[in-house]
C-alpha cells in the first residue's frame, strides 16, 4: 500500500538508510561516546541516523502539525541527558523512548486542543492527500504497538531490520507488529480477505 502523500521529512533523509549495517551499528556506538564527550558533529550525525525514526514514533502518537517541534524537542532532551545513557549500544531505544515519553507529554498538556488541532491542521487539497490523511488516522486508531511500526514501515520507508536496529525491539517483534498492524489495517480499510 503506498500513499501518494509524502508525509516524511522533506530533507531525503531515508536515502542513506538503505545502506544501513553491521557496521554502521559498530561506528553508531563509536559516535554516541564521542556525543557523550560533547561533540557536536557527533551529535549532528546521530540526528541525520535516528531523524525518521523520531519522526515516524511522534506521527504515529500526535497530529502532524506538532510533529517537526516535538521531534525537535527529542533531540533536545536527548542532547541535554545522553551523559546519562549508560549503555551507548542502547541509544536507539533509548532515544525512541524519549520521543514516546514527549508524545505522551504533549497529550498530557494539551488534551483539550489535540481534536482541534487534528480538524483544522487537516485540510486536504486533493483526492490523494485525503486518502492518505484518513489512512493515516486509521494507523493511528490501531494499537500503539502496531501504530508505530507501520508508520516507520509505511510513512518512514525503513525495513523490519531497520526498525528493529532503530528502537532496540527485537526483530521478531516487529516482524508480528507488521503483519499484525497490516491484517488490522486491512480489515479497517475493508481489504480483509
Known sequence: MESAVDL????GHLAHMNTMSTATAQSDNEIVARARTGDSDAF???HRSYSAMVHGI?????PRGEVDDLAQDVFIQAMQRIH???DDNAF???????ARNRATDFHRQKRDDVELLDDIAHDPSSHNDSEAAHI?????????AYRETLV?????GMTGPEIAERTGLTPGSVRVNLHRGMQMLKEKLGWAS
Open 92 to 98: 536507539g531505544g533509548w532515544l525512541a523512548m524519549i
Open 84 to 86: 546519562s545513557l549508560r
Open 58 to 62: 511522534l506521527l504515529a502518537r500526535v
Open 136 to 144: 493515516l488516522l486509521l494507523v493511528k486508531s490501531l494499537p500503539e
Open 44 to 46: 549532528a550525525r546521530l
Open 8 to 11: 516524511r521529512w522533506p530533507e
Open 152 to 156: 516507520l514501515r509505511l510513512v518512514e
